[in-house]
């Protein structure tokens, strides 16, 4: 009974202290084969960590972004139905990153939308995070009062970048706990 309060306590305390990861922005390529198949790479560019009351959890934050992201499944549960899925941090320009490729059957496995025979959409605000801002793409953006982005219906390789983080000043950067953590994935085992 005590072993079970403890728990509990413990369980609440590490609710209390949960951090924030954020990621400042996404690129998106999408390779269609059929007009309805294909795959999939999403690059999450600069994955922070932000204070939580004023406390730096970038370590804890770490941990939930290889346990829950690289090794779990939430980026799954964002997108249902996606197979063959591969994920990997990596730095670039001193900055943690992050990428997904996958395959998938529908386009709404990816919040992509075809109606009939008309171009393929997507809402820039559909994604996990929705307050991706829509900053460049091979196809055409709709502006702030329809911010859908259209391609061609004939159109194979679908491409576009958006910003989730405007403002990274006072962000954690995750690069020396990345470092750590790649340099225990090196060590002879």
């Known amino acids: 009974m005590i072993e079970r309060i403890l728990k509990t306590v413990w369980l609440a305390g590490m609710l209390i202290f949960v951090g924030c990861l954020g990621v400042e922005k996404k690129e998106y390529t999408i390779k269609l084969k059929d007009g309805q198949s294909g795959t999939a790479t999403v690059k999450y560019i600069n994955i922070f960590s932000n204070d939580d009351d004023e406390k730096d959890v970038s370590f804890k934050d770490f941990g939930e972004l290889v346990s829950d992201y690289l090794q779990g499944d939430k980026i799954e549960k964002?997108?249902?139905?996606?197979?063959?899925?591969?994920?990997?941090?990596?730095?670039?320009?001193?900055?943690v990153c992050g990428e997904i490729t996958f395959t998938f059957d529908s386009l709404s496995q990816i919040r992509l939308y075809r109606f009939e025979d008309g171009p393929i959409m997507y809402y820039v605000n559909s994604g996990s995070s929705p307050s991706e801002k829509f900053d460049s793409s091979n196809g055409m953006f709709g502006g702030g009062i329809m911010p859908v982005i259209f391609w061609n219906k004939s159109m194979k390789e679908l491409l576009f970048k958006t910003r989730v983080t405007e403002d990274t000043v006072g962000k954690r950067n995750l690069a020396n706990w990345y470092k750590v953590w790649q340099s225990n994935q090196d060590a002879p085992k």
């Not at 964002?78 to 900055?95: H, Q, S």
């Open 78 to 95: 964002d997108y249902p139905g996606i197979r063959n899925v591969k994920k990997r941090l990596f730095i670039e320009n001193n900055a």
